[in-house]
């Protein structure tokens, strides 16, 4: 899978989505397609993978009932099934500031996490007017998106 890095000119596509069952999701996309699982942070209820240099994230969501679509994660009110992009550092700060002058109501308000850490990330969520979650994400090191410290594969 490729494995773009900060400096090149190609960015990953975000994508997170619901599935009923997990384990047939892991099997899926990391047996059948052979996607490598990235991080393993919150693995009981969902799976990152490396999607053909792309990073997807399944969510156990039990039923498909649009109350169940969003869904509390490390505090926030975050819509689980959303799609996003990861942008360079400073795209995600002139989009974010943009989208502020315009009074975006942001689902997640712009936030960074993990400051000044080798893992830092940025992150903002809103709705589009049908009120799909749209992600918007940044890395500092874009390796740590995989899970991955400097280019380890």
């Known amino acids: 899978m490729g494995q773009p890095t900060a400096g090149s000119a190609h960015y990953p596509f975000h994508h997170t989505f619901p599935v009923p069952d997990l384990d047939a999701a892991r099997h899926f996309y990391g047996t059948v397609l052979g996607c490598p699982e990235a991080r393993k942070k919150g693995a009981e209820r969902a799976a990152d993978f490396d999607f053909f240099g792309h990073h997807i994230v399944v969510r156990l969501v039990e039923g498909d009932d649009a109350r169940l679509h969003r869904a509390a994660a490390e505090g926030a009110n975050i819509a689980v099934r959303h799609f996003g992009v990861v942008l360079p550092w400073p795209e995600w700060e002139a989009l ?3 989208l502020a002058a315009r009074s975006v109501a942001f689902v997640v308000e712009p936030t960074v996490r993990h400051r000044g850490e080798p893992h830092e990330e940025a ?8 009120g799909n979650g ?3 994400k940044a890395f500092r090191d874009l390796a740590f998106l995989w899970g991955r410290q400097g280019g380890e594969r």
Not at 123 to 130: E, F, V
């Open 96 to 98: 974010a500031e943009r």
């Open 134 to 136: 749209l992600e918007f």
């Open 123 to 130: 992150m903002m969520m809103l709705a589009d007017p049908s």
